[in-house]
């Protein structure tokens, strides 16, 4: 909660009392490595302070060994805590610290979920095409502003198009998802109960335009729920991601 209110300081004083109290829980390890001090830095040297403590705390979970049941146990509500907003804003090429967020992302989700292991590859052929668009930001944001109109352009002869809405906040950019989809999921659930959702649809192909932005939508894309699987520039960084086949950019965007 002193995150959402921008109390950064107080926030990360009061992890690091948990973590005096219970090393091992891993909500306040994550949130501590994924949350700077600051919501905007003062200076490069505090970015520089930022980064080498968010390697060390993704170090200590690549060396969790995830067999250890209190590990598994803690896994679903890590997995949804925070994400890797903050890195994408160093200004850096961080390609490497990306995947390893990923990586550890997998084992959160495997941990989290064993009974909902990966879809199976499979060719999605040339037939029409049910394309999942899974995205919290369905609504009037930047992300909706940048994608929505080619989105919901896509030829209905070729594209049967389902939107898949996390988000808390209905307007007119929403409804214009709800009238074009022939499948609309909106509404606060479960992770499990989105993956369920999603896999109940089969799409050949889902695109997930804010990975790194959103907390449901990272937990869900840390697992692969069709043959093809689509990024977009939420953040204009990879997600590291093995899910991930594929980042949806255009050419203006592209040095």
Not at 20 to 45: C, E, H, K, T, Y
Not at 94 to 114: F, I, S
Not at 206 to 221: C, E, K, S, W, Y
């Amino acid at each position: 909660a002193q995150f959402g209110i921008d109390e950064y300081g107080k926030a990360h004083a009061n992890l690091k009392r948990v973590l005096g109290l219970a090393p091992d829980n891993l909500i306040a390890r994550w949130q501590s490595l994924q949350m700077p001090a600051a919501i905007v830095a003062p200076d490069q040297a505090a970015r520089d302070q930022y980064l080498e403590r968010w390697r060390r705390g993704i170090g200590w979970f690549e060396a969790l060994d995830w067999s250890d049941p209190k590990f598994g146990a803690q896994a679903a509500d890590t997995l949804v805590c925070a994400t890797n907003f903050y890195l994408a804003y160093l200004g850096l090429a961080l390609t490497a610290e990306q995947r390893r967020n990923a990586g550890v992302l997998r084992k959160l989700a495997r941990a989290a979920y064993p009974a909902l292991p990966d879809v199976r590859v499979r060719p999605i052929g040339n037939r029409r095409r049910k394309l999942a668009v899974f995205s919290a930001s369905l609504n009037a944001h930047s992300v909706s502003r940048v994608w929505s109109s080619t989105l919901l352009a896509l030829p209905a002869d070729d594209i049967e198009l389902a939107a898949f809405y996390p988000g808390t906040v209905e307007d007119a950019s929403t409804a214009n998802w709800r009238a074009r989809a022939t499948r609309f999921e909106g509404g606060q659930r479960s992770i499990a109960t989105w993956i369920a959702a999603l896999r109940a649809y089969a799409p050949d192909i889902v695109l997930f335009p804010d990975i790194g932005m959103d907390r449901v939508t990272q937990a869900v894309a840390a697992l692969r729920h069709a043959p093809v699987q689509v990024a977009a520039w939420g953040h204009p960084v990879t997600s590291g991601l093995d899910t991930i086949d594929y980042f949806l950019s255009a050419d203006a965007c592209e040095p």
